[in-house]
């Protein structure tokens, strides 16, 4: 825990993510990342420079199979941490699986989810919404911009949405997804099983063998890209030519 708790802390500092007087949504979906999310929050409201308030926030897609002995384990957890929980009921699997019959249904999903976040977060009073991309995301969104859009481009980690009025904050973008498994299994956090049907069937995990493959012929790959993408001023790209 304390490892996770320098990172976050470091991350927090390092981009301004949290002030006084905040109140944070966090977006829990019950899995391994989002679950450490607000137990890493928790314990670093108890000694953090900032007052500041928590309130999770999960969006219920609508799964019939989803385990509700699973999701009875996170509510219970939330309020031994004390941070309230609020479940928004929504029809978004139907949506995307029965009616709409989406083939590649993740970025859908995400909009729509993101959306009742944000909507949530703001009857709840919250100025903010804590998401749980860790570094790995970091550099699996950058790679799928490059490899599918062309583009050198990642989420970044404090994003103010100027329609809502809600900043939207990452801070565990310098924690790497095995810390968070790691973190999981030691505390045994309460973790939902994802019963999407797409659950490890997209372009991201692909990516993700993309990575592991990296490492089989440079150990060090996925440290150096992501110090890469941390330390952009050391960059050396081509300038546009000129029109002239």
Known sequence: ?????????????????????????????????????????????KFAPEKFELEAINIDLGFADTDREQVRAFAEYCDSISVPLTVVKTD???????????????????????????????????????????????????????????????????SHMSRTGVTLIRPFIYVEEKFLSGICRRLDLPVVFNPCPSDKHTRREDVKKLVEAAETISPDAKKLMLTALFHPERNNLWEKPSSD
Do not use: W
Not at 8 to 20: E, G, H, Q, S
Not at 111 to 119: E, P
């Open 92 to 158: 978004i699997a139907e949506i995307i699986f029965e009616r709409r019959k989406e083939q590649s249904p993740c970025s859908l999903c995400s909009k729509m989810r993101r959306g009742a976040l944000n909507s949530a977060a703001i009857e709840k009073g919250c100025n903010k919404l804590a998401l749980a991309h860790h570094a790995d995301d970091v550099l699996d969104t950058f790679l799928l911009s490059l490899i599918f859009e062309g583009r050198l481009s990642t989420f970044s980690p404090v």
């Open 1 to 45: 825990m304390q490892k996770l708790l320098a990172l976050t802390r470091k991350a927090i500092n390092d981009y301004k993510m949290i002030t006084d007087g905040d109140r944070i949504a966090v977006g829990v979906s019950g899995g391994k990342d989002s679950t450490a999310l607000l137990a890493v929050l928790a314990a670093y409201r």
